[in-house]
């Protein structure tokens, strides 16, 4: 377990001044070759502080057995949580920036109590008429954003498993989308499948090959 722990720092202090529903949100899927972008959002509970709390980390540097379980945790225990879901179309049609806060808009908005402050790990989403701030590195240093971050993750690898059964070939359980050699064999036997990114290099090579006559 990595020895740098998420606080609830932010939490306190907008708990303490008032604000009662503080949503962390963050993303998971930016940079993969295939698959959508996923966000969540997580509102903790203002008077409990449970066990798990100590256990959550940016999930990128959680064992994949530690997110499920700490997923399962976060899902039953937290006052609300939402999940959104941006496929790789409009993720070519808007880029992955605005894709990234259309996911993140979604996720708020699939939360069951409105939240009165948005913790935000490194964007913010102006579309929202919330307050908010973005925070560099939240997922490391804000305990409801690390815990967004590990229903992001979970959610997506998740459905990196169903892609993977849709469209074999590319290895899309083990690499997620990412560009690994595996998937960068699997995309020049195949070509690009229905989910991959075809804006996103080398994808569009692949594409713009089989244009080509």
């Known amino acids: 377990m990595p020895s740098q722990a998420p606080s609830l720092i932010e939490e306190e202090t907008l708990w ?16 993969p070759l295939a698959g959508p972008v ?22 990128k540097v959680l064992t994949a057995q530690r997110r499920e379980r700490l997923f399962e945790c976060i899902c039953a225990d937290s006052s609300s949580w939402g999940v959104g879901v941006v496929d790789a ?5 808007m880029g ?6 259309l996911a993140m808009r979604w996720a708020v908005e699939k939360l069951d109590v409105r939240p009165d402050f948005l913790l935000i ?9 919330l307050r908010q701030k973005s925070i560099t590195r939240g997922d490391s240093l804000c305990l409801s954003i690390a815990a967004a971050s590990v229903l ?8 990196m498993t169903e892609l993977e059964e849709r469209y074999p070939g590319y290895g899309l359980a083990r690499n997620k989308g990412y560009g690994t050699r595996d998937h960068l ?29």
């Open 38 to 59: 996923v966000a969540a959002a997580v509102v903790l509970p203002v008077e409990k502080r449970l066990e798990w709390f100590r256990m959550v980390r940016d999930s």
């Open 152 to 159: 992001a993750k979970v959610a997506r690898d998740r459905l």
């Open 185 to 213: 064999d699997g995309l020049r036997r195949l070509g690009p499948s229905p989910v991959h990114r075809r804006t996103f290099s080398p994808v569009r090579e692949q594409v713009e090959r089989r244009l080509i006559p």
């Open 96 to 101: 992955i920036a605005g894709a990234t806060r």
């Open 16 to 31: 303490s001044s008032g604000v009662r529903a503080v949503a962390g949100v963050d993303e998971a899927g930016r940079g």
């Open 121 to 129: 790990d490194h964007v913010r989403l102006p579309g929202l008429p």
């Open 89 to 93: 179309e409009a993720i070519d049609s």
